[in-house]
């Protein structure tokens, strides 16, 4: 399986918080691309980054790319209980748009 | 934006019963559609490629002949989950590719119980 690492597996912190989640991969990519999950719900994507690019920022979230190290970090700033979910990274391993998935980090934000 | 509609949301079935589930682009074609399985507190592990006009790909250990994968048209797949049993009881959740670089659209997933 390609399927990739995160750490870490479960993460909780207090609201305004800072958390960081991490994620290696196996093989080389095109982009690597962040997802969050509500409790069995669908995925909302929240930001691709591509493999020539190391960083990347959309709102409250900042996103590293390390590809020599076949890594990636997501960075959630002052964070709200409303950010609870489980959040995944996914690569598409050079085969186009079909992703792998790593295992996850299940974030749980207190108030 | 792309959207991917899944049905049905849930669906709770006995077992050796077969149970089909819809996946559709609504405003783009997709001739490519990927179908995910996720198990509770697990991650989504991809099982098979969905190619209109032609036969599925399958990943390495799904079963093709208890997942039957249907891609007739550029806007509509199905996977039919044949004679299910308690063990076939998952998240499963479909996915459309946009342009080249681009997010995936995911349907919102259907949780399919087998008693």
């Known amino acids: 399986s390609q399927q990739g690492e995160e750490d870490p597996q479960a993460l909780s912190i207090q609201e305004g918080e800072n958390a960081t989640m991490n994620c290696s991969y196996k093989?080389?990519?095109?982009?690597l691309q962040w997802y969050r999950q509500n409790s069995g719900r669908g995925l909302v994507h929240l930001i691709l980054?591509?493999?020539?690019?190391r960083e990347k920022h959309s709102g409250r979230l900042r996103v590293t790319l390390d590809t020599s190290k076949k890594s990636s970090s997501l960075l959630i700033t002052a964070s709200r209980a409303a950010d609870t979910a489980s959040y995944f990274c996914?690569?598409?391993?050079?085969?186009?748009?079909?992703?792998?998935f790593g295992a996850g980090t299940i974030l749980r934000v207190k108030s | 934006g792309a959207v991917v509609s899944q049905h049905p949301s849930w669906v709770i079935c006995k077992s050796g019963t077969s149970v089909k589930i819809e996946c559709r682009s609504l405003?783009?074609?997709?001739?490519?559609m990927f179908w995910y399985r996720q198990f509770p507190k697990q991650s989504l592990m991809l099982m098979a490629t969905?190619?209109?006009?032609?036969?599925?790909?399958?990943e390495q250990g799904v079963e093709k002949d208890k997942f039957l994968i249907n891609h007739a048209s550029l806007t509509l797949s199905t996977l039919t989950v044949t004679s299910a049993h308690p063990e076939d009881s998952s998240f499963y959740i479909c996915?459309?590719?946009?342009?080249?670089?681009?997010?995936?659209?995911f349907g919102n997933g259907t949780r399919l119980t087998v008693t």
């Open positions: 996914a690569t598409d391993g050079l085969n186009g748009n079909k992703l792998v």
């Open positions: 405003d783009f074609q997709a001739t490519t």
């Open positions: 093989t080389s990519i095109n982009n």
């Open positions: 996915s459309a590719p946009g342009t080249y670089n681009s997010p995936l659209h």
């Open positions: 969905s190619n209109e006009g032609s036969k599925a790909t399958y």
């Open positions: 980054i591509r493999s020539n690019e």
